[in-house]
C-alpha cells in the first residue's frame, strides 16, 4: 500500500523557470511533509517541511503548498537552477511513530 | 556540513561474507536511527528502527537475522550484512532525527552501495 505517491517519474523544465512537482498521500493522520533532494550515490538532503496544519511554507526559492482536503502537496521552486537538477522525495511522517514515509521520487531535469 | 555520517561509501565483497556498515551522528546524540534501502529507481525502504540499548525494530519482510543492527552508543549505529549473497547488492542509506524540538526532521547519511559478486 502507497501511501505517499509521486505520480511523475520524471520532469524536465527550462532554467529560469517555475519546477512544479506533486505529491499525493492517502493516510490522512500524517502530521508532517517533507521534501528531500537526492543525488545519484548520495544521501537524501532536507529541502523544506511542512506542517499539516498550514497551507504554505516558504524558504528561499523553495515554496511548498499544502491541500488537505485534496490530500495532494507540491513543491514549487523558482526560478530553477542547473544545479537544481536531481530526484526529489516527498515524504510523511506521523507524530509518536517517527517513520518517514516516502514518495516514490521525480527525477527533475533542468535544461539549461 | 553534513550531520550524519556513514562508513563506508562503497563495499564490493564476495558472496558469502559479511559487511559491516557504520553510522554516527556527528556533536549531536541519537537514541533513534533509521535503516534505509533502495533500489535502482525506486523510493527508500525503510528496513528498521535502530534503538539505543534495547533491540532493533524490523519492517515487514526483513530479516533480522540477515541485517544485524547494532546500536553502540548515543553516536553511532552500525548495520551488518550477513553471508551477503548478490541479491543484497543495493544502496543503504541511515538517518537520525537532529534533535527534540524538530524529531520528524530526518538526516541523512551519504548512504553505502554494497557489490557483492
Known amino acids: 500500500d502507497q501511501q505517499v505517491k509521486q505520480n511523475s517519474p520524471s520532469l524536465s523544465v527550462q532554467e529560469g523557470r517555475i519546477s512544479i512537482l506533486n505529491c499525493d498521500y492517502t493516510n490522512s493522520m500524517f502530521d508532517y511533509f517533507l521534501w528531500y533532494k537526492k543525488y545519484p550515490a548520495e544521501g537524501p538532503t532536507f529541502l523544506i517541511s511542512?506542517?499539516?496544519?498550514?497551507d504554505k511554507n516558504e524558504d528561499g526559492r523553495f515554496t511548498v503548498f499544502l491541500n488537505k482536503s485534496a490530500k495532494h502537496l507540491s513543491l514549487h521552486i523558482v526560478p530553477s537552477q542547473p544545479g537544481d537538477s536531481a530526484v526529489y522525495f516527498c515524504?510523511?511522517?506521523?507524530?509518536?511513530?517517527?517513520?518517514?514515509?516516502f514518495g516514490t521520487g521525480t527525477r527533475l531535469t533542468i535544461i539549461p | 556540513g553534513a550531520v550524519v555520517s556513514q562508513h563506508p561509501s562503497r563495499v564490493i565483497c564476495k558472496s558469502g561474507t559479511s559487511v559491516k556498515i557504520e553510522c554516527r551522528s556527528l556533536d549531536f546524540q541519537a537514541t533513534t536511527m533509521f535503516w534505509y534501502r533502495q533500489f535502482p529507481k525506486q523510493s527508500l525502504m525503510l528496513m528498521a528502527t535502530?534503538?539505543?540499548?534495547?533491540?532493533?525494530?524490523?519492517e515487514q519482510g526483513v530479516e533480522k537475522d540477515k541485517f544485524l543492527i547494532n546500536h553502540a552508543s548515543l553516536t553511532l549505529s552500525t548495520l551488518t550484512v550477513t553471508s551477503a549473497h548478490p541479491e543484497d547488492s543495493s544502496f543503504y542509506i541511515c538517518?537520525?532525527?537532529?534533535?527534540?524540538?524538530?524529531?520528524?526532521?530526518?538526516?541523512f547519511g551519504a548512504g553505502t552501495r554494497l557489490s557483492v559478486l
Open positions: 511542512i506542517s499539516s496544519i498550514k
Open positions: 538517518s537520525a532525527p537532529l534533535g527534540e524540538s524538530q524529531t520528524y526532521i530526518q538526516y
Open positions: 515524504a510523511a511522517i506521523k507524530f509518536g511513530n517517527e517513520k518517514l514515509t
Open positions: 535502530s534503538n539505543e540499548g534495547s533491540k532493533a525494530t524490523y
